[in-house]
């Protein structure tokens, strides 16, 4: 059966997987490593979980406690299938105070019952304990019965989905919500499950569970008819490439197997290859499937389904999310080690974008953040520390929108700093003005609120309309049952009325001829007249029927005339025939009498029927069409008088003219003049008047299009107690316009005022209140626009209170501080206070107050630490405001900074400066207060206040003596803790340091000149002047410059006293009170001559090798030309790229040596290059190449570099072929591949990286089979190889296989060739056989290009059998078999003939088969001696060393076993050296083999 793939459970790579026994019964852990580190341990249970039998519907609940170091990991499975965690289902938790790990079932079915297993994991090992869990099922099982009841509805899901029409395609039309769902669900991740069924409405989450894995087992079926293999399915996915793609990896059983694209049920037409015109897509790389989408738009959201051979194998769910760019992120210049930042503004909150980083996803990570605005409007990706590398194109991708920016990477043209990494910057790149993005994404938001808003008016609308549809159906059918029972009852008064008319008939006889009369006038003049016949009393109608008022013949007429009569206009009425008057409402009863019954009216065409409800019709068309009721007694009359002129006489009622049935109306045309009639009623006794419509023809005409907005209203927000104003602008200045608020016309008034400026009309309200919220439109000339002015109360200051609440409240250490402050918004306001910006609460020195309309803050026992901003901060649904104060506690000051800078101590003063206090207390610093103590003595002197700056310089201080000060801080608030200085001795001799390295500023033959800068640690005292030194090179001695009487007072001397061609070195010292300081370090070496000239050019410039990154120069030293040029001491090369004007010093330091390398250069770059001579006169002119230079070898012939290459490569069909070749070339060549003298096709996939080329054939076929050749080429010349590539398989069998003899003794086989013959040239066979006398299979031909094979030697009386095997590169097929084959034996008799025995004699003398060997052993060991002896009779052998018989010497152990003879000695001495010799001695003669033993130390 097809199964999706699944990753197993394994050991990782390494792991050992030791079985160990647990101290606890059940529990099988399993140990990863051979030896626990120390300190570690595997998993393991100290309480296993406990069986559990438990009632449905009851919590269950299975615990374990398990431990390990490290912690191990829980988790929970069970033998049939998943453990699905849901809050109504299933639970996993932890209790850190017991340690227990928990399965919880809140409501446990019979579905839970199972074996569950408990695993304890760390990186060590793993601990599994099972446990059973038993659920007994009491009573009625509701979810049973629903399940029954479920499984016919899910049979017919299934049904509807599989349901296909011949081709295997799907019925044309919209899949229903419950197939979409189920189909969503079968290729749905189980994480995806609950979200799924809380947007489609699913409630019964174990019933779906249970029921979707009915679906999925058979779905996996009807799959596993088309599908091998089916994996890696991946739900759509939108690029930043304006597509999306569906992606699966499926092995199919049949390639030709169809494949269909569904969306929403319905077939979508696709493509196999690129094509711009076609939207859908399929790309095929394998067995890789990927389906695209292009040039998103909204209506490709929808359910996506992709059929095989009519089955469904995947369905994802494309939702596209109303949301766009407002903002998008732009182009970012970053330096390198420089973070970059790019933002964008959406206009619909979403909780992620997905960022790609050159077509890569980009997650969280040390390199990149991702953050996201408490709005989901604001989106921004950081990059983090840029590198070159990490430049190229950024994207953002927000549902099928998407938009990209380039980050651009400044690498640091310093070159000083290449080859090192540059400093890490804080700076950052990209990041924009996050006040105008935040304005934009409010913006956004409020647009967004705004369509919300518009949707849910839209949504209770709709709601609003569907109730009131279903009032008004509820009513409708009430009144329609109601008329159903009046109907019911009007059809039993019909009924009496029939059977009255019918006995009366004939006293109404009489009066048919004069009523006949009266209804011919009647009729004509569009009115009914009273019925004549019987007395008033006795049969007269209430009023003539309206319109054609003949009677329908028989016992009564439907509607209000006869019996009785309904209709929906009007109320039913009914006349007898006995002159009954007729009831209201229903029109007149005629007179009924001798089968003649009176037409129906209902007062002025009301109650006749459902006809005319409704309608629009002509009212002259109303006087002249005939209306019909339906007669239902057993004489009904066939019709009216069409032309108001019937005729009623007769007991059947025959009229003239026709009439239809069903009380419909008919039109006829009137001749002559339309003149309106007027209807009289006589029932009550009033006229009425209709007048009839007109027929009037209006003329169009060319109208003006009047006035239109230039500028509409506008939405306006209005605040409370502010002014608001709206405006709009129309094309014309004459033209005038009214103002309506919620429908109503609005005029100025002290409220609110409305002006016009030219084109502008405005309207302002002067002080905003709740009643002027609402909806303003201002209509002109027919034309309208319309705005809504929403009223919000934020929460606001009163301006004088806020001013003052400004002000820094300044109190003393323990005192109290109060802040108050009014208020005014509507309600709730939120109030809170912070100090510093911590939020405060009540606590025993925090009071808040919270009053209507005002807030206070005391704050009690402040101390100087709660200095700081004070802020009360508001909140309610329209905003937010703060008001900031400050807070100032003051205190004593904190005591003054040490240590003490000591700027001089010299005999007769002491000068010294310190730090002020870290905390003032609030205040300015009055004075320092100083107290003196001479070391050695127990008093302090008081020096006094000496004023705010913290440096004192004493002068009453004795020589040698040491001195210790007291300081203090005074301030309004008081005097801070004192700071006690250390000793400080007055007139100490304090040296300067050294002063810089003296400087050469100019050299001469006669004279040296310096400079250097004075000493940065003067030792307290001015410096007065410097000694300056010189030394001779190669001398150990120092001599002065300047007489030891006479310092040099300047920064700078001149050293005339030199020796023309001698090199000197100098160094200074620094003179203060106390004498001369430590000497400088010395100078650099200086010749006393005149100054040089610079060197000229080099000569003989050129290039001696160049790479693609590296470039060999070498040059020859410029002439030494005196007077003019000096000798080049050094050497710069300076390189200057083709596109670039500036030149980069390669080394920083002059080299000596005449050639130089250079690294780092682009691959096939132009570069300009020049090598600079220098000298102590400087630098000479440079010297440029002549041309420039690419960065490229020198030019190399192709040659592949492989020392053996497969010119012969066998691929199974189905499978990959890949062949590399690596070769060598410069400059780069082209690399071209043919397939049989042709280009490749498209298939064959080309990769090639520096000298190298591969060829792939992914998912090779036997088409594919060929001669591929590799063509390099370049400037140089080309070189090609080829190599065959086979695609075949392992061959079928050949046909059945026969046998023949053709001639005596052999047997011919031939066989039917293999159906893979014709393709495959290198495809034999191989013929083995078995006989009746072995029962083994031996070849016996093989390599046979044709198809039959002679075989001889046959042996007659035995049974052959032959197999036909067919060969090729790939392997051999099964065999085909022969029949057995049988060559029947002759048989005759057979005779023995015994040949004659001769005697053999078998004496011989001794004789060595095998002589001794020469033996060197080391002393100690042991040695063995052998030969072999051949002698008859068996000879006689005697050892001697050294011609003394050892055959009696227990020293040596001697054996002779069949011929071998041998000698061993166990520990050879000294003694044992020596020449041994064997002899063999018998009667026919005797033999001597020797050999020597020399004993080694």
């Known amino acids: 059966m097809w199964k999706r793939s699944k990753v197993t459970d394994q050991t990782a790579a390494g792991q050992t997987g030791i079985k160990k026994k647990s101290k606890v019964p059940g529990v099988m852990i399993t140990q990863f490593v051979e030896e626990l580190p120390e300190g570690t341990s595997t998993p393991d249970f100290t309480r296993k979980p406990i069986a559990l039998t438990i009632q449905q519907g009851k919590w269950a609940v299975l615990k374990a406690i398990v431990v390990g170091t490290p912690t191990p990991t829980v988790s929970w499975g069970r033998a049939n299938g998943d453990v699905y965690f849901h809050p109504d289902m299933c639970l996993q938790k932890y209790d850190e105070t017991s340690r227990e790990h928990t399965l919880e079932f809140p409501k446990v079915a019979p579905e839970d019952a199972d074996t569950y297993k408990c695993f304890a994991t760390n990186e060590y090992g793993r601990a599994v304990c099972p446990v059973a869990l038993n659920v007994i099922e009491v009573g009625f099982s509701m979810s049973k019965e629903f ?48 979200r799924i069924c809380a947007e489609y409405g699913i409630k019964d989450f174990r019933h779906m569970l249970k029921k979707l894995t009915e679906m999925k087992k058979e779905r996996e079926e009807e799959i596993a008819e088309f599908v091998t293999h089916i994996s890696t399915l991946k739900h759509i996915e939108v690029h930043d490439s304006d597509c999306a793609t569906i992606e699966l990896d499926m092995d199919l059983k049949d390639p030709a197997s169809k494949l269909f694209l569904y969306k929403d049920g319905v077939m979508v037409p696709f493509t196999t290859e690129e094509s711009e015109s076609m939207k859908h897509n399929l790309k095929q790389v394998g067995k890789k499937y990927v389906f695209t989408i292009k040039n998103l738009r909204s209506e490709d959201a929808g359910l996506y389904s992709v059929d095989v051979g009519g089955i469904n194998v995947f369905s994802t769910d494309f939702k596209v999310p109303e949301v766009d760019f407002a903002v998008k992120i732009q182009e970012v210049k970053a330096e ?22 050159k077509s890569t996803p980009l997650s969280n990570s040390e390199k990149f953040e991702i953050t996201v605005s408490e709005d989901k409007l604001i989106h921004k990706l950081m990059v983090r520390d840029c590198m070159p590398l990490d430049a190229g194109i950024y994207a953002a991708v927000a549902g ?104 009366k008939a004939k006293r109404a006889a009489a009066a048919t001829d004069a009523a006949a009369g009266k209804q011919k006038a009647a009729a004509a003049a569009g009115g009914g007249a009273p019925g004549v016949g019987a007395p008033v009393d006795k049969g007269v109608g209430a009023a003539g029927a309206i319109g054609a008022g003949g009677g329908a013949g028989g016992a009564a007429g439907a509607g209000a005339g006869g019996a009785a009569g309904a209709g929906a206009g009007g109320g039913a009425g009914a006349g007898a025939a006995d002159g009954g008057k007729g009831a209201d409402g229903g029109g007149a009863a005629g007179v009924g009498g001798d089968g003649t019954a009176a037409g129906a009216g209902a007062g002025g065409a009301e109650g006749l029927g459902e006809d005319l409800e409704g309608e629009e019709y002509d009212s002259f068309e109303d006087s002249d069409g005939e209306i019909e009721g339906e007669g239902e007694g057993d004489e009904a009359g066939d019709g009216g008088v069409g032309s108001g002129e019937g005729e009623g006489e007769g007991e059947e009622g025959e009229g003239e003219g026709e009439g239809e049935k069903g009380g419909k109306r008919k039109k006829r045309m009137r001749d002559g003049p339309l003149v309106p009639e007027t209807l009289i009623g006589e029932t009550s006794g009033k006229t009425e008047k209709r007048q009839k419509k007109k027929d009037v023809s209006v003329e169009e005409a060319l109208v003006d299009p009047g006035v239109h907005f230039h500028a509409g209203l506008s939405d306006c927000k209005a605040i409370i107690g502010e002014a608001a104003e709206l405006e709009c602008k129309v094309n014309r200045e004459d033209c005038e316009g009214l103002w309506y608020k919620d429908g109503e016309e609005i005029q100025s008034s002290e409220a609110l005022t409305i002006s016009k400026d030219g084109t502008f009309h405005r309207l302002k309200i002067h002080k905003v209140t709740e009643e002027f919220a609402g909806k303003y439109k201002f209509e002109a000339d027919g034309r309208k626009t319309e705005s809504l002015i929403v009223v919000e109360d934020p929460p606001r200051f009163p301006a004088e209170e806020l001013k003052a609440f400004k002000n820094p409240v300044t109190v003393k250490k323990g005192h109290k501080a109060s802040f108050k402050l009014p208020y005014f918004g509507r309600e709730p306001i939120k109030i809170q206070w912070y100090l510093d910006g911590e939020e405060l609460s009540e606590e025993a020195t925090i009071k808040l107050d919270y009053s209507e309309g005002c807030s206070s803050l005391l704050l009690t026992k402040l101390q100087r630490k709660d200095s700081g901003e004070v802020k009360m901060k508001l909140k309610n649904e329209f905003g937010t405001v703060e008001a900031i104060s400050q807070l100032i506690v003051l205190d004593k000051p904190t005591p003054p900074i040490g240590p003490l800078e000591i700027v001089e101590a010299s005999s007769s003063t002491i000068d010294f400066k ?72 007055a007139g100490t001799k304090a040296y300067p340091g050294p002063p810089s390295t003296p400087k050469v500023v100019t050299a001469f033959k006669d004279c040296i000149n310096l400079s250097w800068s004075p000493p940065s640690e003067t030792g307290g005292t001015n410096i007065l002047g410097y000694n300056l030194e010189k030394r001779k090179k190669g001398s150990n001695l120092w001599g002065t410059v300047n007489p030891p009487d006479e310092m040099i007072k300047g920064k700078g001397c001149g050293v005339k006293d030199v020796v023309e061609g001698m090199e000197y070195e100098f160094r200074v010292s620094a003179i203060n009170n106390s004498g001369a300081g430590e000497f400088s370090t010395p100078s650099e070496f200086v010749f006393a001559r005149d100054p040089k000239k610079p060197p000229g050019k080099v000569i003989d410039f050129k290039v001696t090798d160049s790479t693609y990154t590296t470039l060999s120069l070498s040059w020859t030293k410029p002439k030494d030309i005196e007077a003019v040029e000096d000798e080049a001491k050094g050497y710069f090369v300076e390189i200057r790229p083709a596109e670039s004007t500036d030149w980069d010093r390669c080394n920083s330091n002059a080299i000596t040596m005449t050639s130089y390398t250079v690294k780092g250069l682009r691959s096939m770059g132009m570069y300009w290059v020049r090598a600079i001579a220098t000298n102590d006169g400087g630098e000479g002119e440079p010297q440029e190449l002549d041309n420039y230079i690419l960065a490229t070898p020198p030019p190399v012939r192709p040659r592949f570099t492989d020392a053996k290459i497969k010119s012969f490569m066998v691929v199974r069909a189905g499978n990959s072929a890949r062949f590399t070749i690596n ?133 007659p009386g035995r049974e052959y059998q032959f197999r036909v095997y067919a060969k090729n590169d790939m392997g051999s097929s099964t065999h085909s078999e022969s029949p057995k084959w049988l060559i029947p034996s002759k048989r005759a008799k057979f005779t023995v003939t015994t040949p004659e025995t001769k005697a053999c004699d078998l004496t011989c003398p001794p004789k060595f088969l095998v002589p001794l060997k020469m033996h060197a052993a080391p002393q100690g060991y042991e040695c063995y001696m052998s030969c072999a002896i051949k002698g008859d009779p068996t000879p006689h052998v005697t050892w001697l060393r050294n011609n003394i018989s050892l055959n009696t010497n227990t020293n040596y152990f001697i054996s002779n076993t069949c011929g071998v003879c041998s000698l061993l000695i166990l520990r050879v001495g000294s003694k044992d050296t020596g020449e041994y010799k064997i002899v063999a001695e018998n009667s026919m003669g005797r033999a001597e083999c020797s050999t020597k033993l020399t004993v080694r130390e």
């Open 336 to 357: 390198e080690r420089q973070d970059a930042l790019f933002q964008c503004v959406l206009t619909a909150p979403t909780d992620e974008l997905k960022w790609l980083g």
């Open 1223 to 1355: 070769f060598e070339a410069s400059p780069w060549p082209e690399v071209i591949w043919l397939k049989d003298g042709s280009p490749v096709p498209k298939k064959v996939t080309i990769s090639n990286a520096e000298g190298t080329s591969q060829l792939l054939i992914p998912s090779s076929e036997r088409s594919d089979t060929g001669i591929y050749t590799i063509i390099v080429k370049n400037i140089v010349a080309q070189e090609s190889f080829s190599v065959e590539i086979r695609v075949t398989d392992e061959p079928k069998p050949p046909g059945p296989v026969e046998t023949d003899e053709n001639v005596p003794g052999t047997v011919t086989i031939s066989w039917a060739p293999s159906p893979d013959e014709k393709r495959d040239d290198r495809l034999h066979y191989m013929v083995t056989k078995r006989d009746s006398s072995k029962s083994t299979w031996h070849t016996i031909a093989d390599h046979i290009f044709n198809n039959r094979f002679t075989l001889c030697n046959i042996m």
């Open 400 to 503: 099928i929108k998407s938009c990209n920016a380039w980050l651009v990477v400044e690498v640091d043209k310093d070159s000083a700093s290449k080859g090192k990494k540059a400093t890490r910057k804080t700076t950052l790149a990209g990041g924009g003005d996050d006040q105008d993005l935040m304005t934009i994404a409010k913006e956004q938001q409020e647009l967004y609120q705004k369509k919300m808003d518009e949707k849910m008016e839209v949504a209770k609308k709709a709601q609003a309309e569907r109730e009131a549809a279903e009032a008004l159906a509820k009513v409708e059918g009430e009144a329609a049952k109601k008329a159903a029972a009046e109907a019911k009852a009007a059809a039993k008064a019909k009924a009496k009325a029939k059977a009255a008319a019918k006995a």
């Open 147 to 194: 399940q029954k009841t479920q499984v016919e509805d899910t049979k017919d899901i299934r049904r509807r989905l599989k349901k296909r029409k011949d081709d295997g395609t799907r019925e044309e039309r919209q899949m229903e919500p419950d197939e979409k769902v189920w189909e969503i669900l079968l290729s749905a991740d189980k994480k995806d499950y609950e």
């Open 914 to 985: 310190w730090r002020p206090p870290k905390d003032s207390g609030g205040c300015k610093i009055d004075n320092y207060i100083l107290d003196r103590q001479q070391v050695g003595r127990n008093t302090w002197k008081k020096v006094g206040p000496i004023g705010p700056e913290p440096k004192y310089k004493d002068s009453d201080v004795d020589h040698g003596r040491r001195y210790c000060y007291r300081i203090r801080v005074e301030t309004e608030m008081g005097t801070s803790e004192l700071m006690e200085t250390e000793d400080i001795q």
